[in-house]
């Protein structure tokens, strides 16, 4: 992870002294002593178990909950929670984490954890925010995404059709391709067929090779059925954390 990077770049980035043969060299700079609580953190996120971590860092919260770092071992027992499939203990780190340095990072993340338990609304109020940055802010695509994905779960789709929209207004995203197969799909249901001509003549020209690509061609070869016979759209997925 990207924060465990960093603060293990921190914590050994101290370079070595040669030894020599004279007397040692007084600094001219009296240096600073390691911060003993970012020691501890840095230890609690060195590799192995995922069980062992997430005791290491209930450890580290229990002796420093009010300290700055507090929300980023929130983070983590989060993440950590979300590989396992326990997205209520999930969600519920995520909001702890709000407060600190990953605030935004935790949000979407707290959005992907009430969305695996089928609570669109709740993600869709932790993402929001992000969604509609006025600048483009790492997570800001991920969150524009859910947005319409959570509008589909809830089985509001002219307002997840709109969040289509406004999505593909932004730089494409990693999960571009899905998007637009989704959105296409969504279209096509909702008889808006500029929308679905345009987002699949995109998905085709952008994403040639894309499995969704694939599927698209695939539909769109088989033969015109019957309204009562027209299955239904894909279940929507949320796009991938990383």
Do not use: N
């Not at 700079?29 to 860092?57: C, N, W, Y």
């Not at 980023?72 to 929670?81: H, I, M, N, S, V």
């Amino acid at each position: 992870m990207i924060l465990r990077a960093l603060l293990l770049a921190c914590a050994l980035g101290l370079s070595t002294v040669p030894a020599h043969a004279g007397p040692p060299i007084k600094p001219s700079i009296k240096p600073q002593g390691v911060d003993p609580v970012r020691a501890e953190f840095d230890a609690a996120l060195a590799p192995g178990l995922g069980d062992s971590t997430a005791h290491r860092l209930d450890r580290f919260l229990a002796a420093h909950g009010r300290h700055p770092l507090a929300p980023a071992a929130q983070f983590e027992l989060g993440r950590l929670a979300y590989a396992k499939g326990d997205y209520a203990q999930a969600r519920e780190r995520f909001r702890r984490a709000r407060g600190g340095a990953l605030a935004d990072e935790a949000r979407y993340w707290e959005g992907l954890a009430a969305f695996a338990l089928g609570r669109p609304r709740e993600a869709r109020d932790a993402v929001t925010p992000a969604a509609r940055a006025p600048r483009m802010a790492p997570r800001r695509w991920d969150s524009a995404y859910l947005v319409a994905l959570s509008w589909a779960q809830e089985g509001k789709r002219p307002e997840a059709l709109a969040a289509y929209r406004a999505l593909f207004d932004l730089p494409a995203g990693d999960a571009q391709a899905s998007a637009l197969y989704q959105a296409q799909r969504l279209a096509h249901d909702l008889q808006r067929t500029d929308d679905a001509d345009e987002w699949g003549r995109r998905l085709l020209a952008a994403y040639p090779r894309s499995p969704e690509a694939a599927s698209f061609r695939a539909e769109a070869e088989k033969p015109a059925a019957a309204p009562a016979a027209a299955k239904p759209a894909a279940p929507a997925k949320p796009p991938k954390g990383h």
